[in-house]
């Protein structure tokens, strides 16, 4: 009998032992996933305060920028944000604009700019400097540069686009190429021999007198080095 109680206690006892390694086992491996979970938890709290600080350094670009920032859906182009460049651009305030798009507002001057942008877009997922003319809300027409790239938020494509107004450098390179052209009248006019040499010493223009004293058809002095 005592034998027999003495197996029965080894069996109990290696049961117990069994069991008892199954158990540092599970908790081991439960430990292990603990950890691993931990270990995912601080990697996504990171990434959260890493893309928290994006978006924060985001907002504070959008909302600075000098020149117009809009963004709207791919697919049908209706407008979900827009910064304070924009509103003094457009003479729009935020909340006209929200939920409309470009074509409602009639923002496009010339649509073929807007297709040529959107086949830009298509093609290659950036378009950069393009020159469009853009309506104001008080229907005055301003030449910019337009620059978008494809942005996904929330799943879903949108477009971000920066508008640069450059209206006044229009109108300088329009008058700088009417003085130009006032010159070049004046120096074709002028009864004494005239040519005017560029940096390199290259005849760029001449007038009828000074093709007389030299006795050189035009074609042949324009591009001459002296």
């Known amino acids: 009998k005592i034998s ?5 206690i080894d069996k109990i006892a290696a049961g117990i032992n069994l069991l008892s390694e199954e158990v540092k086992d599970k908790v081991s491996l439960q430990s292990r996933v603990s950890l691993r979970l ?22 504070k670009v ?7 920032i809009l963004i709207s859906t791919l697919e049908d182009g ?25 074509l409602d507002l009639k923002l496009w001057v010339d649509l073929s700019d807007r297709d040529k942008v959107v086949n830009c877009l298509q093609k290659e997922g950036v378009c950069d400097s393009i020159e469009v ?29 920066i508008t640069k107004d ?17 010159y070049e009248d004046l120096v074709r006019s002028a009864p004494d021999g005239i040519a005017v ?17 030299y006795g050189y058809p035009a074609r042949e002095l324009i591009g001459i080095k002296l």
Request: proline share 2%; glycine share 6%; charged share 35%.
């Open 38 to 59: 931990a270990e995912m938890i601080k990697q996504l709290q990171e990434s959260r305060k890493k893309q928290v600080k994006t978006e924060e350094l985001f907002r």
């Open 78 to 102: 209706i407008i979900t944000d827009v910064n304070p460049g924009f509103c003094n651009l457009s003479g729009y305030q935020r909340e006209e604009v929200i939920g409309l798009s470009g």
């Open 62 to 68: 959008f909302e600075s920028s000098p020149d117009s």
């Open 4 to 8: 027999k109680q003495k197996d029965d």
């Open 133 to 161: 003319r853009f309506r104001s809300k008080d229907g005055k027409i301003r030449n910019t540069l337009y620059s978008a790239i494809i942005i996904e938020i929330d799943g879903i494509l949108h477009m971000l686009s």
């Open 166 to 182: 450059i209206s006044e450098l229009k109108e300088i390179q329009e008058e700088l190429f009417n003085a130009k052209e006032r």
């Open 197 to 213: 040499i560029d940096r390199e010493g290259t005849i760029i223009i001449a007038n009828d007198a000074f093709y007389k004293i």
